[in-house]
């Protein structure tokens, strides 16, 4: 199998890298931006193996891509091949990058410094490509992010960046425009089931899923689904309660870690957009009040991607979804 049909349901952005590949002008730095769990990381791993195989297509078979493929069996879990290197907050020991403390809050400039530019001054191990995959590159701290700036912007031969992001509005405008954008969509449902099928995802839930193979797994897990129907349960209570108590009352409920918050907000929304499509043929005004319902919640979620206060988001959205019913 080659490197890029592992790689289901993008083939624009495959289509795109491999012709790069094909006459020899793949750019030194890519952002992959898309969604969570729709294939971003794949990609970048075949990528970086068809870069450092030994017929620069990723055959799979050479000593190159066996390497490539095959992770550490040991923390971190990073590929064996030496001239594959992966970035991410909190992936390595505190003391392996130069840290006293692990990496809470972003990417380090301390991982930046011992990873990428005390490794970009040498030529690859093997002569091909050295590559290096930044995951969740929006957690790049700003001192992180600056002491790629040059590097990013003139990179030494054969040195190649992909930074994986599902915010590239959280980047740096200077790394924005130092890297190549190749944006992956959300997977068709059908995708998305036939690739969590072994870990519970059925047609349902995949089609709850927004495209996710990522959120699709953690819906199959039955206490998150049960978590995720609660929050939309309790968000349809307050938008019918007679007064504004109740809205307070669910913000205040739900203004919880970020992350999930998020989850929970966007499993809200495809409810709101399943409402919509059943209704559309019989009920087209209840059809459109859906519609709405699922705009405010995704310019919500806008909100909270800009640190808004998550009660104060969580009223206003419940406010604006009261007017509606």
Avoid: W
Wanted: charged fraction near 20%.
């Amino acid at each position: 199998m080659t490197s890029f049909e592992r790689v289901l349901g993008q083939a624009t952005a495959v289509t795109t890298l491999q012709r790069a590949l094909e006459r020899g002008q793949v750019h030194h730095a890519y952002r992959f931006e898309g969604p969570d769990g729709v294939g971003k990381t794949l990609c970048a791993l075949a990528l970086a193996q068809a870069l450092v195989c030994e017929r620069r297509v990723g055959c799979g078979n050479c000593k190159s891509c066996e390497l490539a493929l095959t992770l550490s069996e040991t923390p971190p879990h990073v590929p064996m091949h030496p001239d594959i290197v992966m970035i991410e907050r909190g992936l390595y020991p505190p003391q392996l990058i130069g840290r006293t403390s692990p990496e809470t809050t972003g990417i380090s400039v301390q991982q930046i410094r011992k990873l990428v530019l005390a490794r970009i001054g040498y030529a690859p191990h093997e002569g091909r490509a050295l590559c290096f995959i930044i995951k969740e590159a929006h957690e790049l701290t700003i001192s992180a992010a600056n002491a790629l700036l040059k590097t990013l912007e003139e990179p030494t031969p054969l040195t190649h960046f992909v930074l994986v992001t599902a915010r590239p509005g959280q980047l740096l405008d200077t790394v924005r425009s130092r890297t190549l954008a190749v944006r992956f969509g959300p997977l068709p449902d059908a995708i998305v089931e036939r690739i969590g099928a072994p870990h519970g995802v059925t047609a349902d839930i995949a089609a709850l899923a927004e495209g996710s193979v990522s959120t699709a797994l953690a819906l199959a897990d039955e206490d998150t689904h049960k978590q995720r129907q609660a929050f939309v349960a309790a968000a349809f209570a307050a938008m019918k309660a007679p007064d504004l108590a109740r809205a307070l009352s669910f913000a205040d409920l739900r203004a919880e870690a970020r992350d999930e918050l998020r989850q929970q907000l966007l499993y809200l929304a495809q409810s709101f957009a399943q409402h919509a499509r059943r209704a559309l043929e019989q009920r087209p005004q209840a059809a459109e009040r859906y519609a709405e319902s699922h705009r405010i919640v995704l310019d919500t979620l806008t909100e909270l991607e800009s640190n808004a206060q998550p009660a104060l988001m969580l009223e206003a959205m419940i406010a604006e979804l009261s007017a509606l019913v």
